[in-house]
């Protein structure tokens, strides 16, 4: 006779008999799903342990936490893979946020960027490049993303404004779950009449003045007592081999000068990635810009040799030269705000030469595919594998139809010196016109294809379907197809818009500005444009 066993065991619920597997599991779906994990880790010893790499991989620095910075991280900076340098400035009120009836000396003071939380903005940088310099070289890859930006930027005329970290699509979601968290002022209804926004909408631009205060030289007026004296600040900083990509976002709407930033970037001796997303100037201080770009460009290609992928989008918005342009008295020159960027000659064809190392390169509005075609015989990419450029020949103008040939012809000519090209793209983008003409080589198959995307239809002369030819042709066997594709203009607001229609394979900028792009053209629905 058999007897019933006493000594039944229960199902043992805690966290410690699940499978490793299973506990894997959930790590991960927690660090998916995008709720923060900082509180998370003080569950248990092994949460801390198995969530510590999500909590730091990704990791937001303000000024005030740059003096601890190197205690807070030391333990764990092998595991950080990305610096938000967020460089808040001190708050303002109205009496300053379009600064007007004021004496020589208050407006200075009214503009001045120097002042981050009360800290200096040179002590930020010194502290950070200090902790940094003492990283490991051959450690995981470091991006820095430094952004500055005043609270207050959003509270007065540019309500729609947004300061978000860097994402790529495929950790969008991850981002959120890490020490940094996405905020957003998109959905919010705005009502401030004083400053031009009722029920939502905005009513009345901003004053030029307004402009000025956010789009101004970043320590323009001081600490320093010249420019080159700045300059000599910069070049003193420690190196920081630790860094190899650099963020340099449209968020940003306060300008660096590109001197300044030549001197800043020589400091990251490996550097591979660089993105620079300035905005355009907004009167005749473009031609000095233009100059001291060409520095910053030359400067890379001596001082950062191991760059690899430079991606340069100048920013602009379309309804801003409405209000410039009827601007009186201070600043002045602003009046002279042409409606659409003119790029420079000389600073495309410097871009070109600085990118005859590269592997990727991706430049908008700030060049010409035209002028940067219009290079050295001598030139070649022998790395070159991505190839963006803008030209703004590229409208619905009969008269510039001839020039859209010649400037495709070159762009073939280029592209034979360029062995290991596998999509060269030339765009263009605005409210109500996109373009984009698209060179892609597909070597399993053999064959390249020649595409045609916009707002018209392009006929491609028989002598540019011959130049692409004999691009092919380098290739035994290869066979040459053409593509093309009508977009519906009415759905081309801005060039964001531009560009999300156009679908370009080669990156032209971060996928977090472009959201903002969009988001500031929704914002201001209904503006005029130019």
């Known amino acids: ?186 959905k919010q209804v705005h009502h401030d009449p004083q400053h031009g926004w009722v029920a939502g909408f905005r009513h009345s631009a901003p004053p030029p003045r307004a402009f000025y205060k956010i789009f101004h030289d970043i320590m323009d007026e001081g600490p320093f007592e010249s420019q080159e004296v700045e300059l000599e600040w910069w070049n003193q900083l420690p190196s920081v081999p630790a860094v190899t990509s650099l963020l340099l976002r449209q968020q940003n709407r306060r300008r660096w000068k590109p001197q300044s930033l030549a001197c800043m970037i020589a400091r990251f001796p490996r550097l591979q990635q660089l993105h620079y997303e300035p905005w355009r100037e907004w009167g005749a201080v473009q031609m000095y810009t233009d100059l001291d770009l060409r520095v910053l460009f030359d400067s890379l290609r001596k001082r950062n040799t191991n760059l690899k992928r430079l991606v340069v989008f100048e920013n602009f918005n379309q309804q801003y030269p409405v209000t410039l342009q009827v601007s009186h008295g201070w600043p002045f020159d602003w009046m002279q705000c042409d409606a659409h960027r003119r790029p420079s000659r000389s600073v495309s064809r410097m871009m070109a030469f600085a990118s005859l190392e590269l592997e990727h390169l991706a430049a908008s509005f700030l060049v010409d595919a035209a002028h940067f075609f219009d290079a050295e015989p001598s030139w070649a990419w022998p790395n070159l594998t991505s190839l963006v450029l803008t030209s703004e020949l590229l409208v ?74 004999a691009v092919v042709h380098q290739q035994d066997g290869w066979r040459l197809d053409v593509a093309e594709e009508w977009l519906d203009e009415a759905a081309i607001v801005s060039h964001g818009d531009a560009i999300q229609c156009l679908m370009l394979s080669g990156e032209v900028i971060r996928p977090v500005s472009l959201q903002q792009i969009q988001m500031e053209q929704r914002a201001l629905e209904g503006a005029g444009t130019v």
Request: with cysteine; net charge neutral; aromatic share 12%.
């Open 1 to 186: 006779m058999c007897s019933k066993s006493s000594s039944n065991k229960q199902w043992d619920s805690t966290w410690a008999s699940l499978p490793a597997e299973i506990r894997l599991l959930i790590y991960e779906a927690l660090a998916q799903d995008g709720c923060p994990l900082s509180h998370l880790a003080t569950v248990s010893r092994e949460w801390q342990i198995e969530l510590e790499p999500y909590n730091f991989a990704r990791i937001k620095l303000t000024p005030s936490r740059t003096v601890d910075f190197g205690s807070m991280i030391h333990r764990n900076r092998a595991l950080v893979g990305y610096i938000w340098f967020c460089l808040e400035l001190d708050n303002y009120d109205c009496s300053t946020c379009a600064p007007f009836y004021l004496t020589t000396d208050e407006r200075i003071k009214a503009l001045i960027i120097t002042d981050t939380d009360h800290c200096p903005i040179t002590a930020s940088f010194e502290t950070l490049f200090s902790v940094l310099s003492t990283w490991e070289h051959g450690r995981r890859d470091l991006t820095l993303d430094i952004s500055i930006h005043s609270p207050s930027d959003s509270e007065h005329w540019f309500k729609y404004l947004t300061f978000l970290p860097d994402y790529s699509p495929s950790d969008r979601r991850r981002c959120r779950a890490g020490g940094i968290e996405q905020t957003t002022t998109a």
């Open 396 to 469: 619905p103008d009969e008269e510039e139809a001839t020039y859209i040939g010649v400037l495709l012809r070159a762009a073939a000519k280029a592209a034979m010196k360029m062995p290991r090209l596998a999509t060269m793209e030339i765009w263009n983008g605005r409210k109500g016109l996109a373009a984009l003409f698209k060179y892609q080589a597909f070597r399993r198959m053999q064959k390249a294809v020649i595409s045609w995307r916009g707002t018209w239809k392009l006929t491609m002369e028989p002598s540019v379907l011959r130049a692409w030819e």
